[in-house]
């Protein structure tokens, strides 16, 4: 009875709360949030997408699931998301099992998930949820305080982690972030940037004739670019300078990147207009993909094999198997003749692990680390592939994994 | 038994992660823990039985090994091998928690 009772309480405060707010948000945006109070630039962010769906009155309308053991918040919340902007369809169901069969048969932009319940709990859920649905968006709105469930909640890719405690002060800021999730569209492109590739941002640079030192990302991979009144002076990425680092860093299809400020007392090493440099890029990366003659085929794989075989001596690393998943192509591996036999276990280690994984709640597979007498060994799993990387004995732990993700992003570039 | 969920349905909860430490034997067996007796023996004994399977696929692919360290996102299990036995840590991953050596 008092567990209704609070959550009935909650409900009606929530509910005051919210319309207060909504009272209050009719002033306009600027550097400061629905409150009056500064606000940081994610929750700019957020605000400022939210007043662009507004603006352009979004015509699909999403469903959003609610998932919750508490009828009494399954009814609050369909009352909370009802008037989003974007105008969502809200269904409820009150287990994981009725959640899963909904999931199945309909196609839904989010999931809200509480992650106390029984049978099957809200971590369950969505570890089943992510292999199953990876497009979806997920919520957890939970009432636990814990450090640890947030963690493992964010560990399983959940995009947001929500108190039902903080739902009270910040109900027009939940809002935002949902109506956020729900109009963001999943492309690849540069995160800050979506959809657009790293070439549109050099040329927008350039365009605008700004001055500004671009740091461009990808995994453990970064790279410098320096732009001096609209043009690339230099660059410099994975021991490489000027063009030909240029031609590199452009063949990267994501990543992020940062604006930092400008260094004019950088020596120039690129002399080419940067249209130049951009048209001979897309040249070579066209040429790449629509490359049919063998003879051009055989040498690209040769190269490619010399550019590994370089990479391998650089880290010190004594061999690299990459196992593609079951059915999908051969392994590949230099540095050892035992390629199947070494293979097969990784796959193996791989799926025992990954299995093992599932049935703890521990989360996705990051990396399994091995030490035998003559030799230290690392696997990475990917989607596509899983990364086998011999060392020799006596690195430090974290260096070989550091190592290791440059060489298998390299590797796969 | 049946009717006995129906009448006090199943308590709202979350599976924990373990923590602590366990021995077993060659067998498969369960021989220490200072894992608490909340969390299942079965999920317990699995993480065991994993371990061991993956110490002896690795001697029978001739590499063998003396210690295994798996990394979850939110779970740290480092094993050492102990003359077919297996000496195993259990560490949950926190933001917070520091990253054991």
Redesign the interface.
């Known amino acids: 009875m008092s567990h209704h009772w609070t959550t009935g309480l909650l409900f009606v405060q929530i509910v005051a709360k919210w319309r207060q707010e909504k009272l209050i948000s009719t002033v306009p945006i600027g550097n400061t949030d629905c409150f009056g109070e500064t606000m940081l630039p994610l929750q700019a962010e957020i605000c400022g997408t939210v007043a662009a769906v507004d603006a352009t009155e979004m015509e699909t309308h999403h469903k959003i699931l609610i998932l919750d053991d508490d009828a009494d918040w399954l009814d609050l919340c369909r009352e909370l998301l009802v008037p989003l902007p974007s105008k969502p369809e809200i269904r409820t169901v009150s287990s994981g099992a009725r959640a899963l069969a909904l999931l199945e048969s309909e196609p839904f932009r989010l999931l809200v998930c509480d992650l106390k319940m029984p049978r099957m709990d809200g971590l369950q859920v969505l570890a089943i949820v992510r292999r199953r649905f990876p497009g979806l968006r997920t919520v957890v709105l939970s009432g636990l305080e814990d450090e640890e469930f947030r963690s493992r909640a964010y560990a399983l890719g959940v995009d947001l982690f929500w108190l039902k405690a903080d739902m009270q002060q910040n109900t027009q800021m939940f809002l935002d972030c949902l109506e956020s999730l729900l109009g963001r569209e999943v492309d690849g492109g540069f995160r800050g940037i979506q959809s657009k590739s790293l070439m549109d941002i050099i040329q927008m640079e350039c365009l605008s004739r700004s001055s500004t030192v671009l740091r461009i990302s990808r995994g453990p991979l970064t790279a410098k670019m320096w732009i001096q009144d609209g043009e690339v002076i230099d660059a410099e990425t994975e021991g490489t300078r000027g063009e030909t680092a240029v031609r590199r860093i452009l063949a990267w299809k994501s990543g992020t990147f940062e604006s930092l400020p400008a260094e004019p007392s950088r020596e120039r090493t690129i002399i080419k207009p940067i249209n130049a440099l951009l048209l001979e890029s897309a040249q070579t990366i066209d040429e790449s993909a629509n490359a049919t003659e063998l003879e051009s085929m055989e040498q690209d794989v040769h190269r490619k094999t010399v550019w590994k075989l370089g990479l391998l001596m650089r880290e010190g690393a004594e061999f690299v198997v990459s196992v593609p998943l079951d059915g999908q192509g051969a392994p590949e591996a230099l540095g050892t003749q035992s390629t199947e036999q070494l293979a097969d276990w990784t796959r193996q280690v791989a799926e025992v692990i990954k299995r093992l994984g599932e049935r703890i709640e521990a989360g996705p597979l990051s990396h399994v680390a091995a030490k035998g007498a003559d030799r230290q060994l690392l696997i990475l799993p990917s989607e596509r592939k899983s990364f086998l990387v011999g060392w020799p004995p006596g690195d430090a732990a974290d260096e070989i994994l550091e190592k290791s993700k440059r060489l298998v992003v390299s590797w796969d570039s | 038994m049946g009717f006995l969920k129906k009448l006090f ?7 924990q ?2 923590t602590g430490s366990i021995t077993m034997d060659r067998d498969g067996q369960i021989v220490t823990s200072t894992v608490s007796s909340m969390y299942p023996q079965p ?1 317990l004994q ?2 065991g039985r ?1 371990v061991l ?2 110490f002896r ?2 001697r029978s ?1 001739e ?13 740290r299990i480092t094993a050492r091998e102990l003359r077919g036995g297996t000496l195993i840590f259990i560490f ?5 928690a520091p990253t054991p050596t």
């Open positions: 349905g199943s308590r709202a909860a979350i599976q992660l373990p999920l699995a993480i994993d399977r993956l696929e690795a692919t590499m063998p090994l003396t210690e295994l360290d798996i990394h979850f996102a939110s779970l949950p991953q926190t933001t917070l």
